[in-house]
């Protein structure tokens, strides 16, 4: 049996539109409950990020001012309307899904009740047995290793584990683990001499091909 490892924002769906709600609450959040005007956000995101050593701007601001981590989540996240941010996913990426077979998990940077509101919004949450996010892997986010050893333990016995993630960074980590590492790239954005995907439909080849090589069929 095989294990699948997805990213989730910018890897299952486009997230552009969700992107954009979060940092319109973020910013409101920031100027209603801490008074930081919104046109000094980005600096001072920057360089929270930098001086907690985290990416993610929820993280910063929960260690810096000392606010529950799920208080923020709650306010920025947990708002986001995922009708308004019209999220979207490729065509057949459930029948895709089917089709690989295997093991599939959802491994992400962003809090788990949220990706699983979008895989449900998607209809697709069917299709994943596990959710990795902020909280389960401690806040200690993508590209650091902690999150991919954790993901590791706790599904150590499969012949092989694949990863795709729309995050070049992303894929060492998935590397040092000894996981089959894939960039999902649908524009042709990137130079990198990654595995890339420019559908997730390219996974059923893939998956075809493994299953021919460990005589599964
Ligand atoms: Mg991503």
Redesign the pocket.
Known sequence: MNLWIF?????LYD?SGARKQFNQLLSAYAKNQLGIHPGSLSDLMARLQSKHETRSSVVAFAREYSIPIECLIQQTYGLIDLAAAQIATEEHLSETLEQIGGTKIVF??SPSQYALRVLRHLGISHHFQNIFGMLEIECQLKPLLHGYQLVQKAYPDFKQSFFV???VG?LEGGGKMGWSCML?DPHGLNQSQETRLKSLMDLRTIAQEVEVLNGDL
Request: aromatic share 8%; net charge negative.
């Open positions: 990213d989730n924002d910018g890897t997230d992400t940077n993630d729309d995050k992303n999902y």
